[in-house]
């Protein structure tokens, strides 16, 4: 993961993935019910908290053809900005969103998050889920810097990071296929703080199956 050929190798995996649900989850889209539902969940429980008090605009980051803008995003803000690298899912997602959520995304945004510059006092909120895997630990403090900048104060944004993670034992774990890191909780913290920002709340991810990695959503601000 330190090579940065990784992320030419990652570009040439993800260009070569079918532009479905399935394919957002290598296969897996059964757990896209429960993900959105749990997603929800602990957003809504937040709000009542006081966070993400307006609705004006949020950021889908590595959004794919907008499995997560569609079914919980677009539910929750006027607008949404699609980031993702790969131009064969952006061209998919018209048709996958249809013609009402369509009308909610302000913009597409074809970048890799690593070279993501957003303007500050942009977003109410960033939804960050299954791509920071994609990205180098230095690239994705920086990153989450930038985004922390782009959160309006007056809404009292939240930065939502979702992710697979490994347990301690096992340390951070490369994957040669799509060269991706799947990391531990702890250097998930470390990261974080890395980045200067402070965890308000992280919750595991429930009813998924037991085979697959331990999934955590992590707020911060
Ligand atoms: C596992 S899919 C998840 C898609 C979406 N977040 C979801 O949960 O349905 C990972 C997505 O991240 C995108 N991606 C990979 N590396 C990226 C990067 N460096 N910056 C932005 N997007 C990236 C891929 O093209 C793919 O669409």
Known sequence: MDDPECYDK?????????????????????????????????????????????????????AGIGRISKHFLSKHFDQVDLLEADEHFLAAAPNYLGPTVLKQIRKTIPLR????????????????QWVSSHLRDEDFVEALRRLKASLRAASNGLIFVKENLTQPHQGDEFDSLDASV?????????????????????SKQDRFPTELYEVRLFALQ
């Open 10 to 62: 990652a570009s040439k995996y993800w260009a070569e993935i079918p532009a479905t649900v399935d394919g957002m989850l290598g296969g897996l889209s059964k757990v896209s019910t429960s993900d959105i539902n749990f997603s929800s969940r602990c957003f809504e429980q937040l709000r009542s908290k006081g966070f993400i008090t307006q609705s004006q605009l949020v950021v889908d980051v590595g």
């Open 113 to 128: 998050l690593q070279d993501f510059h957003p303007e500050p006092e942009t977003y109410d909120c960033v939804w960050i």
């Open 182 to 202: 799947t990391r531990t909780r702890e250097r998930f913290l470390e990261l974080f703080e890395q980045a200067e920002l402070t965890l308000i709340r992280e």
